[in-house]
């Protein structure tokens, strides 16, 4: 199939110019060139790369919308598939935690959703692929690790300690802890009542009492002589695969280099600036969260993500929890006049693809798959997308009533 966008404002790499779009057949074929084929009448719009999202989770919201309660797997996909499609997200790697808590994050359900993606796959509308969001305490995850490094569509890994952040002691604050292996990571007491008010969501999530999740955390905690070999063995799996590797959540340049070391070229949601600068100054690349931007900061007091991107400190836009939150950020970004346009809209575009190692997507060029948005943005408005195209299928396309 062939058509043409014509009349759209296009981000281009190295701008935004007025001009036609040709696709066929999947492929980006010409810029600037004929109308050919169907023709799509894109005036006052802008056609952009389609966003691609290397770490979301909002997709937990379908599988257990209220706490213990969850729904059937296929229904909850299809609804977050649909929910990608009409935020223009072509490509969406789903943080699946493969962790060692019951309920939500279990290792066994985590396969079980990848079984379900890889099943439903024919009837998806916009690319699913995975994030193994691996929890270094969870040994019980290495047999699902390595049967997904098998998958058709190429995981990432992102190495998770949670465990580790839950049990620093009372009086660091999380950005304050220390590289986790560290011999200098200081302890929190287990027996103290301070422990349940800070593990309690985690219980409910678990579907556990505070006692037992404590308890369970007990046993686990007893595995960090053993991590690091776990590490190594994960980031080995990961190497050989050929597959992204991410840090997550580091606060020291000494995770930074530790996992770098491993081939995890990507820091993802760097707490303080130490570890920020620790990746710029290495080439590795930066991902922060769309809501931190989008909300003018981080709900945890870490790094803020628009301060990150004006000093030219992030790579990466990801929507973390909100599918929404990658575009409503490069508006406020917009807004604030914290980069230009294009600019801005490569950290949802074309930096997340270099991140995944994407070569075939991220950019309009000739060559590149048709992986594209058409988005209506009015001047100091939101913008919303009118139709979003996966490798020149329509996955989505929007009507306004004003139209």
């Not at 219980?203 to 002589?225: C, F, M, Q, T």
């Not at 922060?288 to 790094?303: E, K």
Request: proline share 5%; hydrophobic share 45%; with cysteine.
């Amino acid at each position: 199939m062939t058509y043409t966008f014509v009349g759209a404002k296009v981000f281009l790499p190295d701008g935004i110019v007025e001009t036609a779009v040709t696709v066929s057949d999947g492929t980006i074929v010409e810029i600037g060139g004929a109308e050919v084929g169907e023709i799509i009448d894109a005036k006052g719009q802008y056609l952009a790369p389609a966003l691609i999202d290397v770490h979301g989770d909002a997709f937990e919201r379908q599988l257990m919308p209220r706490p213990d309660v969850f729904f059937p797997t296929q229904t909850a996909l299809l609804d977050t598939d649909r929910q990608l499609a009409s935020n223009g997200i072509a490509t969406a790697f789903h943080a699946i935690t493969l962790g060692w808590e019951p309920g939500l994050r279990d290792v066994q359900r985590g396969r079980e959703l990848m079984q379900a993606m890889i099943d439903l796959a024919p009837r998806l509308t916009v690319e699913n692929r995975v994030q193994l969001r691996w929890e270094t305490f969870a040994f019980e995850a290495l047999d699902t690790i390595e049967w997904a490094l098998q998958s058709p569509l190429k995981p990432s890994i992102a190495f998770n300690d949670h465990t580790s952040m839950t049990m620093r002691a009372y009086d660091v604050a999380i950005q304050d802890r220390a590289f986790e292996l560290s011999p200098d990571f200081s302890i929190a007491a287990l027996d103290d009542a301070r422990m349940i008010k800070r593990t309690a969501s985690k219980a409910r999530r678990a579907g556990l009492s505070d006692e037992a999740y404590i308890a369970l955390l007990s046993k686990v905690w007893d595995r960090r002589p053993d991590v690091e070999n776990a590490v190594r063995k994960i980031a080995e799996l990961g190497r050989n695969a050929g597959v992204p590797m991410l840090s997550h959540d580091d606060t020291r340049s000494e995770t930074r280099s530790y996992f770098r070391d491993l081939g995890a070229k990507v820091a993802e949601f760097p707490m303080v600036m130490e570890a920020v600068q620790a990746a710029r100054d290495n080439g590795d690349l930066i991902v922060f969260g769309s809501p931190n931007a989008a909300r003018g900061g981080s709900h945890i007091g870490s790094l803020g993500a628009g301060d990150m991107v004006e000093a030219g400190l992030c790579d990466v836009l990801a929507s973390d929890y909100f599918y929404p939150a990658m575009l409503a950020a490069v508006a406020r970004l917009d807004m604030e006049r914290r980069a230009d346009r294009s600019t801005l809209w490569s950290l949802i575009s074309s930096g997340p693809a270099r991140a995944m190692n994407l070569t075939d997507r991220g950019d309009i060029e000739i060559g590149k798959r048709a992986d594209l948005v058409l988005v209506d943005w009015p001047d100091r408005q939101a913008p919303a997308i009118l139709g979003t195209w996966v490798a020149g299928r329509c996955a989505y396309r929007g009507q306004p009533a004003a139209c």
